[in-house]
């Protein structure tokens, strides 16, 4: 069984930063392309960051230079690094995994999520 666990959300002042994990397991971690997604009260699921099955990254630009998307494939965990956070950053964080082609940063285009880890960036 397929499992994805993110943790790290809390809340945060505009300008700090919070580092987001994805536990994973029930698949070969290091063989897979994941991604961050992220859902704001009354908008649509947005894409963040990205792993291809390369290594490659995506980044959403609303992002560019701030977040860092890395992986530990020892540890079968996905992390975002989340630097300069602004309150347009407030959000539920999931996780997702087994990414089926197409555009990487869409989330239909992906299998398995995580149930999130909310951030909330305010002062």
């Known amino acids: 069984e397929v499992r994805l666990v993110e943790s790290g959300g809390g809340l945060v002042q505009p300008g700090g930063s919070l580092r987001l994990s994805c536990a994973a397991s029930?698949?070969?971690?290091?063989?897979?392309?994941m991604a961050w997604f992220r859902q704001a009260p009354g908008k649509e699921r947005e894409g963040v960051a990205a792993f291809d099955g390369h290594g490659s990254t995506t980044y959403a630009d609303s992002v560019k230079g701030r977040f860092t998307i890395s992986r530990d494939n020892a540890k079968n965990t996905l992390y975002l690094q989340m630097n300069s956070l602004k309150p347009e950053d407030t959000a539920m964080y999931y996780c997702?995994?087994?990414?089926?082609?197409?555009?990487?940063?869409?989330?239909?285009?992906?299998?398995?999520w995580g149930q999130g880890t909310q951030v909330a960036v305010s002062s």
């Open positions: 997702a995994a087994h990414f089926v082609g197409g555009w990487i940063l869409d989330g239909g285009r992906f299998v398995y």
């Open positions: 029930g698949f070969t971690f290091g063989a897979y392309a």
